[in-house]
Every structure is written in C-alpha cells, then in structure tokens.
C-alpha cells in the first residue's frame, strides 16, 4: 500500500546564512532591504561577503523601494514541485526596484497578464512556518 504525504511548502532555510539574516527580519516589518556598504554607499544584492565596487566587508542595510518594474518574468504551467500543483499557471517576476537591483518573487494575480515593464508593489506573504514570502502585484 502506497501512502500519499501531503505536499509541503518550500522554504528558504532562514538559518542558513547570516547574510539574509536582516533582509528577512525586515520582511517581517513589511520592509525590503538590501545591503549597503558603508566604504562606498553602492547596494548590493543579493548579498556577497565583499562590495564588489569597492571590496570591503563593512555593510548596512538599506531600505529599497516596495515596488518597482518587471525585469523579466516566466510563468509556470507545471508544477516541478507538488506544492505548487494547485497554483498553476502562475508567474515569477523579476522586479526592479532601483538601480542596479532585481528582487525574484512570486506574481500574485493573472500570470496572463505580465509583462515586462509593467508597474508592481511588494506584497509579503506569511509561509505555514510563517516565513515571509516576497511576492509582487500589478500597481493600481
């Protein structure tokens, strides 16, 4: 006999990395944020142990703007993992927020619509663990 588990959300495991550690505290404030090094002022992200303008490990964060334009984007008509089985179709954007720095996240609304340069806002989602889930809506 053959059991069938539930699927589970995938998760970013928040541990991980002490480089994510402040983006994703701030995403629990309903910030986005990158880091800023504090020798040069260029953001970067993601984040790098080293500025790549400047090669310092001195970083601040930085607040980004909340919503941006869509880079690039693909929307999704198969679910590679069985979480997602039940959203099909849905997109994934690449949103610029300013210069020089691009946040993934996942569309909310009709993946049909999407398209490159179309205006979005930053949208957190709680995960079932209660991580938060950068996701981006078409601008009204």
Known sequence: MTTIQSATQPLPLLADSPLYTAYFAALREGRLTVRRCA???????????????????????????????VFTYSVMYRAFQPWFADMLPYGVVVVQVCDGIRVLG?????????????????QIQRSESEAPIVCWRARK
């Open 39 to 69: 020798a040069c002022g260029t953001l970067q992200w993601p984040p790098r142990d080293l500025c790549g303008k400047c090669q310092s490990s001195n970083f601040e964060v930085a607040d980004v703007p909340a919503s941006g334009e």
């Open 106 to 122: 996942r569309f909310l609304g009709d993946p049909e619509t999407l398209a490159c340069g179309q205006s979005v806002e930053l």
